[in-house]
């Protein structure tokens, strides 16, 4: 399974907590680490999980862990394209964590832009280890003039954008 590092999934938890996120979106489920631990982060303040894979084996193991960690009334599993999926998507989500197809991101994240609340914090796995496939994604998070970014070198490389101020 291509999971994120143990550090780095301390860390996504511990911003989506620290700034009690209630409505986030994943894309890339797996086998639902990450998920369990954006589902964990967010159950305290009463916050949901949208969690899209296209696999739906990893995604059947997805929702068996959740399960059995008792966090399923927290999350919704979505199978299929997550392009085609974010388009169909209501906002507003005030927490994005990209952590699948990275080639794909930047589409998404403009597709997503219109769905985001104002204090919006964005994060993606592996700004590291795949700099030629997430290049798109930085390059795309570059050109929004509101918000300020920043990669931490945490396990693979984490992406991590925050609105300063926001001009819609």
């Known amino acids: 399974m291509l999971n994120l590092e143990p550090e780095t999934a301390r860390l996504v938890s511990l911003f989506v907590r620290s700034s009690r996120r209630e409505r986030v979106l994943e894309i890339g489920t797996s086998n639902g680490y990450s998920t369990l631990w954006l589902a964990w982060s967010v159950r305290s303040h009463n916050g949901r999980v949208i969690s899209i894979d296209r696999d739906a084996d990893k995604q059947e193991l ?10 399923s009334d927290v999350v919704e599993l979505m199978l299929g394209d997550a392009t085609e999926i974010v388009c169909g998507l209501d906002g507003p989500f005030d927490c994005v964590f990209f952590d699948a197809d990275r080639v794909s991101a930047p589409e ?14 964005l994060m993606a796995d592996n700004a590291l280890s795949h700099p030629d496939e997430i290049a798109g994604y930085l ?30």
């Open 108 to 121: 998404q994240l403009h597709l997503l832009l219109p769905k985001l609340r104002d204090d919006v914090l």
């Open 62 to 71: 997805a929702e068996a862990n959740l399960h059995r960690a008792g966090l």
């Open 139 to 168: 390059a795309a998070l570059q050109a929004l003039p509101d918000f300020e970014r920043l990669v931490i070198p945490v396990g693979k490389g984490l992406s991590v954008a925050y609105v300063t101020t926001r001009t819609t």
